[in-house]
């Protein structure tokens, strides 16, 4: 009985192996080199947890580690001799520690060349880590207080696509022409909850998704989109916007589908893209409505319902303004696809 039961583990251990495409060798490798003070599943042997343990250091890595997760922890520094096997991680999550600039060792993060995620929110860091590794594609550095951008911390980094950069200390001086060199695939920067009180220059031109909220804003410079020619997605609330800071067809862009402007200081709707679909305006100081203000196309385009030059708003949030009721008729003859409207 006690052979077939051996026999029946052996089985069982070799069909995880090969679940997930380990030679049998490794498998058995990675489980018995798994820290003592970490979990590695039987059923996913690449992946290391040791979140929640307390830890104040890093635990020696197993080497065939793809997936190591550190977060809600006490670790204050990233070591070369913990990460020395770590040279097939792929998504590191060392959220919510004490992790210091001086903390992270010069080496440790760049010897993980396969790494794809990197999550260092809730840390201390007051500047973005250097020898982040070329293969990156996603970078949270999220509540820390980092106030510092290093010249060419970014080269060569054209794989990252999301800059996660919000709830830190940055200033407009932070960002300027270069501090973002390399981002070439840059598709979504937050740079939400900083100390901006200017629209942040040198952004790369694939920014697709520019999320802005929580600064202290107050123009946006009339040219200042043309350096960004796929922005769809524009978060800017919460800021001290007025109609002065906001020129006329600064938003007048083909590529945008979302404008989010709520929690300013607006009086009038600005004028908006035909192709933009979702609007938010709520808790401005908007007092009324007048569609041939904002409507992006004309009123003999309109005349045509199958036209394809019609507005395509189909989202406009307006409430926490002091706009009376009712909708004025030009408003809803200009957008005829919205489907809601919050007032």
Known sequence: MSLLLGVFSAFCLLGAAQGQDMPYEDYMA????????????????NAVYCDNRGLKHIPKIPPHTLYLYLQNNLVEALSTEALINATQLRWLNINRNRVTDEGVEAGALGAMSQLLHLYMADNLLTSVPAGLPHSLEQLQLSRNRISKIPAGVFSGMGQLNL???QGNKLLDDALVEGSLKGLDGLVQMNLAKNQLSSMPTGLPPSTTQLFLDGNAIEKIPSEYFKGLPKVAFLRLNRNKLSNGGVPANVFNMSSILELQLSHNQLTEVPFIA??????????????????????????????DY???SAPKLRYLRLDGNDIPPPIPRDVVTCFRLLRSIVI
């Open 30 to 45: 990675q489980l018995r080199a798994c820290p003592r003070e970490c979990h590695c599943p039987r059923h996913f042997p």
């Open 163 to 165: 800059l996660d950069l």
């Open 274 to 303: 035909r192709g933009l679909e979702h609007l938010y305006l709520d808790h401005n100081r908007i007092k009324s409505l007048n569609g041939s203000n904002f409507c992006p196309v004309s009123t003999e385009a309109l005349e």
């Open 306 to 308: 199958a036209n394809d």
